[in-house]
């Protein structure tokens, strides 16, 4: 099976470009290699390969950058997805697509389900809805993957900050009052073989380790971690602050945005695993030397 990645040099797309080759006949595209705001370059690169899975990991992620420059977040999110769904369609190829728990507005107090309604309240979230809509709208054999607080070696993210700022200093705090789901890269990268099988349908999918958690626990748990792996942080506990004191955010977040897994637990027979055993298993490997 051939396998196109895009935006190989992502924290995502790394990672999948790394567990995916020498299983599969994998030839990835990092930004250098294809800009995806230029059709012109999506053809010159992909018209001549051949391949049965093109995954889109590629994509404008900076949520207050979007916010700032809208016509590029919907040129990367909506529109470069729409054409390669396009490109897809016409070699019969299925197009893997990830898309974000920021879809939703965070009003409800339990997990959204792939059939919640997506009312996105910033313009990255507008822009990865539009994106969903445009590839869905070319082929509903294509598949929408929705992931949440990505997380894994490739590229440092929440958990790197928190863990880096507990090397240097006690005083850390994170907020309490939003919820989500961490996601690790490397569980991604695991069950998404799964998804080459053109049996699955297409449409959308929520993919996220299970549980529940805030921004702070999260980071509790990683200082926790830390110290049982003999990581050297200097922090061990984490303050609690609230969203309405972030002033350095542009743009607004869902205050809860957990992903329901229900869907994937029917397809694959079991749940993602637990976020805190994943958030374990980077820090051991990823900063424990023993
Ligand atoms: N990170 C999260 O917490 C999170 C949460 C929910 C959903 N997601 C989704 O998961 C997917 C992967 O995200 P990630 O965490 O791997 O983010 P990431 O590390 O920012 O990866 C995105 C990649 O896209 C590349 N890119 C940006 N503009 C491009 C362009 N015009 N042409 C080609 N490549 C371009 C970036 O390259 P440069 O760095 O060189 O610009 C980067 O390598 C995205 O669809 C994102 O929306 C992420």
Redesign the pocket.
């Known amino acids: 099976m051939k396998i196109v990645i895009?935006?190989s040099?992502?924290?995502?797309?790394a990672a999948l470009a790394r567990a995916l080759t020498g299983k599969f006949d994998v030839t990835g595209f990092?930004?250098d290699a294809?800009?995806?705001?230029n059709i012109g370059e999506i053809h010159a690169c992909l018209d001549r390969l051949k391949f049965d899975v093109l995954i889109?990991?590629?994509?404008?992620?900076?949520v207050d950058l979007c916010e700032k420059e809208p016509d590029r977040a919907f040129r990367?999110?909506t529109e470069?997805p729409q054409v390669l769904a396009r490109v897809c369609r016409d070699k019969n190829a299925r197009l893997i697509h990830?898309?974000?728990?920021?879809v939703f507005d965070g009003e409800k107090r339990e997990p959204y389900t792939e059939d919640d309604v997506a009312k996105p309240i910033s313009i990255y979230g507008a822009s990865?809805r539009a994106g969903e809509e445009s590839v869905l709208g070319v082929q509903d054999r294509h598949l929408i993957v929705?992931?949440?607080?990505?997380f894994g070696p490739d590229?440092p993210?929440f958990i790197d900050g928190v863990i880096r700022r507990a090397m240097e200093t006690e005083e850390i705090e994170a907020v309490a009052d939003k919820f989500s789901l961490p996601?690790y890269t490397m569980d991604i990268a695991e069950m998404l073989p799964r998804l080459f099988d053109s049996n699955v349908p297409g449409g959308i999918l929520h993919f996220c380790n299970s549980g529940e958690c805030s921004w702070q626990s999260y980071a509790q748990h990683a200082l926790d971690c830390c110290h049982k792996f003999g990581v050297n942080v200097k922090a061990k506990t984490v303050a609690p602050v609230k969203m309405e004191n972030m002033k350095n955010f542009v743009a607004r977040r869902p205050v809860y945005s957990v992903l329901s897994t229900e869907k994937y637990k029917k397809l694959a027979g079991g749940a993602p695993r637990p976020w805190r055993d994943a958030v374990a298993d980077y820090i051991k490997s990823h900063y424990s030397k023993t």
């Open positions: 895009i935006g040099g992502g924290r995502l797309g990092n930004h294809l800009d995806i705001g889109n990991a590629a994509g404008l992620t900076d990367i999110n470069a990830f898309s974000t728990d920021y990865k929705r992931v949440s607080w990505v590229r993210s996601t």
